[in-house]
Nanobody, 114 residues
Framework: VQLQASGGGLVQPGGSLRLSCAAS????????MAWYRQAPGKQRELVAY???????TYADAVKGRFTISRDNAKSTVYLQMNSLKPEDTAVYYC?????????WGQGTLVTVSS
């Protein structure tokens, strides 16, 4: 499974960005797709995940501001990020999990700064 993430960039505080992550290869219908992030000097942390049936979970730090969604036909997961804060600055990684295996994308940098 290969994952290609895109959509990162520089945005001002209060702004919005939409990340995308497309999975290709041997994709199973029952899977979990997730977004993680890693800020400089910090450990990688879970941002949100979505199961193939649509169930979602969010980290407390992003609840009410970020929305994870997926298009199963395109094997793509999205992360809509609104009301961005400087502390959201990080490299964002997508992850695909199925049948006990995890696959990671290459990461996309999000910088929130004025």
């Amino acid at each position: 499974v290969q994952l290609q993430a895109s959509g990162g960039g520089l945005v001002q505080p209060g702004g919005s960005l939409r990340l995308s992550c497309a999975a290709s290869g041997r994709i199973f219908s029952n899977n979990v797709m997730a977004w993680y992030r890693q800020a400089p000097g910090k450990q990688r942390e879970l941002v949100a995940y979505i199961i193939s049936n649509g169930y979602t979970t969010y980290a407390d730090a992003v609840k009410g501001r970020f929305t994870i969604s997926r298009d199963n036909a395109k094997s793509t997961v999205y992360l809509q990020m609104n009301s961005l804060k400087p502390e959201d600055t990080a490299v964002y990684y997508c992850k695909y999990s199925s049948r006990g295996d995890d696959y990671w994308g290459q990461g996309t940098l999000v910088t929130v700064s004025s």
